[in-house]
């Protein structure tokens, strides 16, 4: 990464308003999360907690129940049950309070992609409250550090996959959040990208930061996160420092070995005649 | 091929009802009523057997004309192109073009409206049933109406859809193109209020329709009857040379429809430019009308609903000229007022899931509301001011002047309010953003019209007060009452906007959430 120069120091969260003599809250609390669609039972009493300076790794199969957890957690989807704390603030009690706490990236949803890139990102900060300066400065650094200079000026309708995650990562992080909660991130990133991100993210952790990402990728999580959760169905089989949940195996063998549904089958006859 | 693609489209049709009863409804209502139509329209056809010859074809071919005219047009203003099958999903599939075409004209032709047109157009046979060669040319010219009907509106769409794909059609002048189209409907009201005057011309206007693509197919066989077959068999030409350049220009437009990405790039801004972003005050509420407005400019589909604004004063000024009174044309400002004021009532519709960006930032309620209605005042306030004036001015009734000021300000603040309130709980399918605005969402419709109805009553109840002052006004002829209308129309007016704004921001801090899970259903069901 050497190569690629750098301009601007990673982002910085802003300071914890630690009371003294109490023992902070943790960075994120889901206690008993529910939630139900018709028939199906999307999250099942589920609870996590995610230590402040963390850099949480969420994994889980397809369907588990991931993102509607993250939605639930960041205020964009009701529970049917259960609770959300972030740093100790409720999110669907004081959600304007605890939401200016939240970096999110979500996935599933547009961006208001009709806006350049610029704009996009400076939409988000003028949301958040912040005033035009401190707005414009960001924004620059941002788009610096993400390599989306060149692209500042073009629709976010007319970017890429990858430069769409990244301008999302960037709204995402413009107010400088004590945490930041990205659905699959490195989806359709490319490597390199991939890896600035990744600097970014450990930069911002040892920052004081907290970071919780969604992943399939388990190789990803394994090298970058310092904890992690497998959730399947609705509910976490388990959690805690990596090292703890792949014990003396590799995170995506243990992963397997919780999640099962691998099969050794070599598909139907007529696939294989090529 | 053809079969499975007929099969798909009628398998579409039945899974979209069993969704929406009330789409069901209305498609059992619009049936009816086609089958009414239908019915007189086949009795009226046969009984012009008896009928002489001149009248017969005068008939037939000014009601083919419409009938194709309004197979082509008609769509483009009201529902949008139906496209059960929509060709760009079909891509992926091997299908040489030559069966696509045909498997989409048959689909076409067995839809309802093509059912009724082809039995409507089969049935002058028995109006031509005069002998063997006059029937089989009403037959053969029957079915190249119906034809030309269907691959028309096929052409049409598919020439929208392409000239949607290139950037500078998607933006503001996309629309404005299609500004004269729909103004063919008053003119052609028009030409007709013209010949009703002397319906001697009706004839004469029968027969130069009939040597146009839209009259041809159906004046074969009234030159038949007549033995006049030098011209018949010109006009069978003029029909089948009308079809080939249809097909051909749907060929070549579908095929590069095909081939062309949707998002062709191009839109670039040097970096630093933040447009409105940087002119608008740096608050939450200031950075959604900037946003906002950005979309009336970039995104056609608000664009669309500028149309109304240069088509309101040409449709009531030449009702105007007929009833020599320029009572109607006043009323331009108010109404314009009126509807531009409604035309957000469904914005976060607009916004789609790209909604989740306010929820993750925490913006309020109040915030969002206030933003939206400021971008739209930006463009609605100058327009409506323009449009009041200037049409007092063209009557020289100056002396109007303020209560139909008054009656506009109520209009447009009052729909602010309504407006601020709807679109925090009406969450409507629409085309997506870079959609042809023209096309109809899947499964919009009735459902969309029905709000819409219930909001413009809303909205009317609460301009009731001031338009009451307004007639007063106009009763008594009173200058007094004139300005009253006025300081009625902003106070009310302001009121209602400060109480909508409240209750709609209040709607949204509770409920934003749900709104957001029914936007995404929306988005699945497209």
Partial sequence: MTDIPVPAPAPQPAAAPVAPGQPAPPAMQLTGLVKRFGDKLAVDQLSLTVPVGSFYGLVGPNGAGKTTTLSMATGLLRPDAGQSLIHGVDMWQEPLKAKALVGNLSDGVKLFDRLTGEQLVTYNGLLFGLDRDEVAQRVSDLLALLDLEQAAGTLVVDYSAGMTKKIALACALVHAPRLLVLDEPFESVDPVSAANIRDILTGYVQNGGTVIVSSHVMDLVQRMCDHVAVVANGRVLVAGTVDEVRGASTLEDRFVELVGGRTHAEGPEWLRRS | ?526
């Fill in chain 2, 1 to 526: 091929m053809v079969a499975t693609l007929v099969k798909l489209r009628f398998l579409v049709l039945r899974n979209s009802l069993k969704r929406s009863v009330w789409q069901l409804v209305a498609v059992i209502i619009g049936g009816l009523y086609g089958l009414g139509v239908l019915g007189f329209a086949v009795i009226g056809l046969v009984a012009l057997r008896f009928a002489p010859v001149e009248l017969a074809s005068t008939i037939l071919v000014l009601a083919g004309s419409a009938l194709i005219l309004g197979w082509i047009v008609l769509p483009l203003v009201t529902f949008g192109i139906e496209q059960t099958l929509d060709p760009a999903r079909l891509v992926v599939f091997p299908l040489p073009m030559g069966k696509l075409l045909v498997g989409l004209t048959v689909a076409g032709v067995l839809g309802v409206p093509g059912i009724v047109t082809s039995i409507a157009a089969l049935a002058t046979v028995a109006t031509w049933s005069l002998d063997v060669l006059t029937a089989i040319g009403a037959f053969v010219g029957a079915v190249l109406g119906v034809l030309i009907c269907v691959i028309g509106s096929r052409t049409m769409a598919a020439l929208s859809t392409s000239l949607q794909s290139r950037r500078r059609f998607r933006e503001l002048s996309g629309i404005l193109i299609f500004i004269p189209l729909i103004l063919l409907g008053p003119l052609i009201a028009g030409l007709a209020q013209g010949i009703r005057n002397s319906s001697d011309a009706l004839p004469g206007l029968a027969r130069s329709l009939s040597w146009s693509p839209l009259g041809a197919p159906w004046s074969i066989p009234a030159d038949l009857a007549i033995g006049d077959y030098g011209p018949a068999a010109l006009k069978l030409l003029i029909a089948l040379a009308t079809l080939a350049v249809l097909v051909l220009v749907w060929r070549r437009s579908l095929a590069l429809a095909l081939v062309t990405p949707k998002a062709s790039g191009g839109h670039r801004v040097a970096r630093g430019k933040t447009g409105l972003f940087g002119v608008l005050p740096a608050t939450p509420a200031g950075a959604i009308a900037a946003r906002c407005l950005t979309y009336w400019r970039r995104d056609p589909r608000y664009a669309r609903q500028l149309i109304i604004v240069p088509l309101v004063p040409v449709l009531l000024w030449f009702y105007s000229n007929n009833l020599h009174s320029f009572a109607l044309f006043n009323a331009t400002g108010p109404i314009v007022a009126f509807l531009l004021a409604l035309a957000i009532y469904t914005d976060i519709s607009y916004d789609g899931t790209a909604f989740a960006t306010h929820i993750a930032d925490g913006v309020r309620g109040r915030d969002d509301r206030i933003g939206r209605v400021a971008a739209l005042a930006v463009i609605a306030v100058p327009l409506v001011l323009l449009l009041t004036i200037a049409s007092v001015w063209l009557s020289g009734s100056w002396n109007l002047l303020p209560m139909l000021l008054g009656l506009s300000a109520a209009a447009l603040l009052a729909g602010f309010g309504v407006s601020s309130v709807s679109s925090a709980r009406v969450v409507v399918p629409v085309p997506a953003a870079g959609d042809n605005p023209f096309r109809s969402a899947p499964g919009a419709g009735f459902t969309t019209m029905l709000s819409g109805f219930a909001i413009w009553g809303v909205s009317l109840l609460l301009v009731i007060p001031a338009v009451v002052v307004g007639v007063l006004s106009l009763v008594f002829d009173s200058a007094l009452l004139g300005w009253l209308t006025l300081v009625v129309g902003l106070g009310l007016g302001a009121v209602f906007l400060v109480l909508g704004v409240r209750m709609g921001g209040a709607e949204l801090d509770r409920r934003a959430p749900d709104l957001l899970v029914r936007l995404k259903s929306q988005r699945g069901a497209a």
